[in-house]
């Protein structure tokens, strides 16, 4: 007797998906960095000693540039192309330098929570960035989906802030520019770089202009630096390692295979995920609202996943 030929599928998911869900986990990650930024800068808990924003900042780049060159020498990666080098400029000076400097300034007077809905406009701005510097085309419905998403979280923003945005929004809204341009620059250059080499490289470049700051920071703070809380530690730590190093293995490799514009859209979550972050590093209090808020940004972040994009 002749046996049943057995039929097997096997599945796999695209490179838009696989985009999407590296996407995700990085968003992860970064939703903790404004949490962990306000620890590190003494704001998050009542009577700690922190570190200065601007040492947080600066430092931090420095320690993730110390692992990137690690994982180069690892590696034996070989020297990037010249053709390469606006790109990383563009990545060091808006995700290694600029996000990093300007939001540890507004967590000192800012709460993580407030601070987090703010960078909820960064996919919009992102999106801007992949059409100006990465060729692609997305659809009408698909910027139609972005700004109701963004117009969400800055409603959020305001409603949380009794209609009224505070000084040191400006510095948020800055810094999430220059993350834009970072995060578009990375992702166009990553998808013939990789993601690992653009990350690493970007905070090389920017390692030696960062290290006689940092000196001249650590000399003039001295004494704070000495007594600052085991808490503070913990945050800069977490932006450090995570937020400014490992974050960006799973992001860029996200855009490189989803596109920028797409994958950058699930960044409106990333609000919502610092909200709860905020709850449980620092004790922010977690009102209904803002699942609500969130519940509707996800849903958009579905329905602008199915809009085209023409990548170029």
Known sequence: MTPTPTLTTHSRLSDETTGMLLGLIGVAIFSLTLPFTRLAVGAGAEGAAGLSPMFV???????????????????????????????????????????PWLTSVAMRSLPAAHGAVLVGVLPLATAMFAALLGGEKPSKGFWIMAIIGSTLVVGFALRQSGGSLHAADLAIFLAVLLAAMGYAAGGRLSQTLGGQQTICWALVLAAPPLLPVIGWLAWQEAAQIASASTAAWVGFAYVSVFSMFIGFFFWYRGMALGGVARVGQVQLVQPFLSVLGATVVLGETLEWQTLVFAIAVIATVGAGRKMQVKRG
């Open 57 to 99: 900042a600066l430092a931090r780049a420095l320690a993730a540039a110390v692992l990137a060159a690690g994982w180069l020498y690892w590696k034996r990666a070989p020297l990037p192309p010249r053709s390469a080098l606006p790109a990383l400029a563009m990545v060091a000076i808006g995700c290694v330098i600029g996000f």
